[in-house]
T-cell receptor, first 115, second 111 residues
Framework: QKEVEQDPGPLSVPEGAIVSLNCTYS??????FMWYRQYSRKGPELLMY????GNKEDGRFTAQVDKSSKYISLFIRDSQPSDSATYLC???????????????FGKGTHLIIQP | NAGVTQTPKFRVLKTGQSMTLLCAQD?????MYWYRQDPGMGLRLIHY???????AKGEVPDGYNVSRLKKQNFLLGLESAAPSQTSVYFC??????????FGPGTRLTVT
């Protein structure tokens, strides 16, 4: 079983919809949770960062972590065509952006927002 | 401030040829990483470095070598390319905070 599971999609929704993206993980040592956004033919960019359990909101984006269920989510409100991208979850047990071991990534979910 | 840059952007190799991918960062970061990204496989760590002169193996190191002679540069070498190494290669750096900064990627095809 892979450490991080993420549905690759594609997930296609109409503009303005609320989008829910999810990852599950098996390593209980993970404490730092990130969402990266990757546009086509570009490198990933950090979108959201959360430590341990709880919610974090940034504009239209909300990240949730439920460590008891080993489940993380990213919600996008009022989705826009410019949100169309691949969203990768990433996790680390280290107190840094992966530190000496790097990050463990999900496979990424390809999201399409239809105008 | 260019961030993380990668050279070359594209390359086609024949089986058995060798090449070196160059990653450079101008943020004075200690940590640097090489990942490969394949369809359906996500990003997988090949090698990483925690400082100048250090390197270590990641999840999928076989067939690759790396060097970090200068703090700002991290080189990934393929000594004898194989079709299984066809992939998109990303370099990233981290300064000890929570964010990894990625380069634009190198698309490598091995025929």
């Amino acid at each position: 079983q892979k450490e991080v599971e993420q549905d690759p999609g594609p997930l296609s929704v109409p503009e303005g919809a609320i989008v829910s993206l999810n990852c599950t993980y098996s390593n209980s040592a993970f404490q730092y949770f990130m969402w990266y956004r990757q546009y086509s033919r570009k490198g990933p960019e950090l979108l959201m960062y959360t430590y341990s359990s709880g919610n974090k909101e940034d504009g239209r984006f909300t990240a949730q972590v439920d460590k008891s269920s080993k489940y993380i989510s990213l919600f996008i409100r009022d989705s826009q065509p410019s949100d169309s991208a691949t969203y990768l979850c990433a996790m680390s047990a280290e107190d840094s952006g992966g530190g000496a071991d790097g990050l463990t990534f999900g496979k990424g979910t390809h999201l399409i927002i239809q105008p | 401030n260019a961030g993380v840059t990668q050279t070359p952007k594209f390359r086609v190799l024949k089986t058995g040829q060798s090449m070196t991918l160059l990653c450079a960062q101008d943020m004075n970061h200690e940590y640097m990483y090489w990942y490969r990204q394949d369809p359906g496989m996500g990003l997988r760590l090949i090698h990483y470095s925690v400082g100048e002169g250090t390197t270590a193996k990641g999840e999928v190191p076989d067939g690759y070598n790396v060097s970090r002679l200068k703090k700002q540069n991290f080189l990934l070498g393929l000594e004898s390319a194989a079709p299984s190494q066809t992939s998109v290669y990303f370099c990233a750096s981290n300064g000890g905070g929570y964010e990894q900064y990625f380069g634009p990627g190198t698309r490598l095809t091995v025929t």
